[in-house]
């Protein structure tokens, strides 16, 4: 089972996706015109994959278990019920 994530910037909990930088275009032009580059290219792109919020896009994700996540789901509150309160 996965642990909970705190956002650092925005305090969203448990929303997160994966992202991959780099380009998919890119990476199948370079499979189609050059194995070598192609399989470098993949490579990074695959080794630099990693977890991010999926409402700001902010790697600084934190265990909600930890001291500085329960903190932060103290400070800042849920994401989406201050707009609705206030609107």
């Known amino acids: 089972m996965a642990s909970s994530v705190v956002c650092a910037n925005c305090g969203s909990v448990d929303k997160t996706k994966s992202f991959t930088p780099g380009s998919i275009l890119l990476e199948i ?5 050059l194995l070598i ?6 490579f990074w792109r695959l080794s630099a994959r990693r977890k991010v919020c999926a409402v700001c896009g902010s790697p600084n994700l934190v265990p909600a278990e930890s001291p500085v ?5 103290a400070e800042k509150p849920a994401s ?8």
């Open 69 to 73: 996540g329960r903190r932060l789901m």
């Open 80 to 87: 989406g019920t201050e707009a609705m309160t206030h609107g």
């Open 29 to 33: 032009v370079a499979w189609c015109l």
């Open 37 to 42: 580059p192609g399989i470098l290219y993949s």
